[in-house]
């Protein structure tokens, strides 16, 4: 067996049946794929046993997160590689294949990935460089935007990079990730202290220590309709809370482990600074409902952070 595909879906029937559908077409080599279903309540279960009673299907009775998930389906796995993919996606012209012969011929990579494309076939960067302060400075401050192509403001998506060639890298987007079993082995599988975001940035920050390189294949690509397998509740606030809690949930641990307590801190009080100021800010603007949306996110951000700072605190307990 040549590589074991596990995807993890909560609540993406529709997305779900498109993305197999794209793997069993576009896939020559020896292939599973193994469905984690992380208690989902739509139809992703029935449609699973109605068009593909064939797949090997892994149902949690709860939403036990993402890391832990594609850790059920490496442990069942039987693949040389494991592919790690969001249900939204659409894999395109034998991209699994291009991926998985790059890789043989490559011994001393320990994954790679391919190019991401939006739904209408623009560049979805998914190149990045470890987390830093320089990177949060060039987001919080719009520089990253500014000047994309500047080596130092266009670290966080490297954007200034062209997406059209090979290349070493930190880390890349865990939509569509292939890793070797032989180095998951070594260096053990995703932290499932991490719910949602950073387990890939944790998984290739491990591979990179332990000599092992993360190289981009662009010849190999892959449409991603991003956002989409997140969350699914039409709440929109709900759904900004939620996301907002799990990334910088996971950033700070991802902090934490892999550049100590100091970084960490100094992170969360350069993140307080910023959401301190946003909130002002959009208490000074005129549109309504975009400041209404703002506030909300700067101060649900703010408690948060402060919150992480002084855990053991009664007041900041009784606030948030």
């Not at 100094?266 to 549109?287: A, G, H, P």
Request: hydrophobic share 40%.
């Amino acid at each position: 067996m040549k590589v074991t595909i596990v995807i993890v879906n909560y609540n993406t029937c529709d997305l779900l049946n498109e993305c197999i559908q794209s793997v069993v077409k576009s896939t020559s080599c020896t292939y599973e794929i193994i469905i984690v279903d992380n208690a989902s309540t739509d139809n992703s279960l029935t449609m699973l046993r109605v068009k593909h009673p064939k797949l090997s299907v892994i149902q949690n009775n709860y939403n036990v997160g993402f890391a832990r998930a594609n850790n059920q389906g490496f442990t069942k796995g039987v693949g040389k590689y494991f592919f790690m993919l969001n249900p939204d996606t659409v894999v395109l012209d034998g991209a699994i294949d291009k991926l998985v012969e790059f890789m043989d011929f490559h011994a001393d990579i320990g994954a790679c990935g391919p190019k991401i494309l939006n739904p209408d076939l623009t560049l979805q960067p998914n190149c990045h460089h470890f987390p830093s302060l320089l990177i949060r400075f060039s987001k919080y401050t719009g520089l990253n935007n500014k000047y994309p192509q500047n080596r130092l403001f266009g670290r966080e998506f490297m954007t200034y990079w062209n997406y059209c060639e090979i290349g070493e890298v930190d880390w890349i987007t865990g939509c569509a990730l292939l890793l070797r079993k032989s180095v998951l082995s070594r260096i053990g599988l995703l932290d499932e202290n991490f719910f949602m975001y950073s387990e890939e940035t944790d998984i290739c920050f491990r591979m990179h220590r332990a000599g092992f390189k993360l190289l981009f294949y662009p010849e190999a690509a892959i449409i991603h309709y991003q956002g989409k397998s997140s969350i699914t509740r039409k709440d929109e606030m709900i759904i900004s809370e939620t996301i907002t809690k799990y990334l910088y949930q996971s950033e700070y641990y991802f902090f934490k482990k892999n550049y100590g307590t100091l970084f960490t801190v100094t992170v969360k009080i350069f993140d307080l600074i910023y959401f301190s100021l946003i909130y002002l800010k959009n208490c000074l603007r005129n549109d309504s409902r975009l400041r209404k949306k703002k506030q909300h996110q700067a101060s649900f951000a703010f408690f948060l952070i402060v919150k992480s700072l002084f855990k053991r605190h009664k007041l900041i307990e009784k606030i948030y």
